[in-house]
């Protein structure tokens, strides 16, 4: 889902929601980010947040380049609600595939046994 502008998907408090939801608006030219881009799902009868969603962003990027709402590279900005600074760097390749990256912290590690 898009909106007209980063302001106004900062500003969205969803209530509940059936299925998850993604949502982007631009920030004005110029600006650090291109976009800010919010990622709700459904959890336990209340809706949840994730402060940055990979899968969401590059399903975004494929759109937003596909139809000229977007060049790349460009920097999506995600979290912000949350308190959290996330950056997601989209490139893309001369056969047109969609490339995320950005900067990681590992919250749990561990091992699973067979």
């Known amino acids: ?36 881009v919010r990622a709700f799902s459904p959890e336990g009868g209340r809706t949840v947040e994730d402060p940055v969603t990979g899968s969401l962003n590059a399903s975004l990027a494929q759109w937003l380049l596909a139809t000229g709402r977007a060049t790349a590279p460009y920097v999506a900005s995600q979290g912000t609600v949350l308190g959290r600074a996330g950056r997601v760097y989209i490139t893309a390749d001369e056969r047109g595939g969609v490339w995320v990256g950005g900067d990681v912290v590992t919250c749990v590690t561990g091992t699973v046994e067979l």
């Open 1 to 36: 889902m898009g909106v007209r502008g980063a302001d106004a998907v900062l500003a969205l408090h969803p209530g509940s929601i059936p299925v998850p939801l993604g949502i982007a608006g631009p920030y004005p030219e110029g600006s650090p980010c291109a976009f800010e």
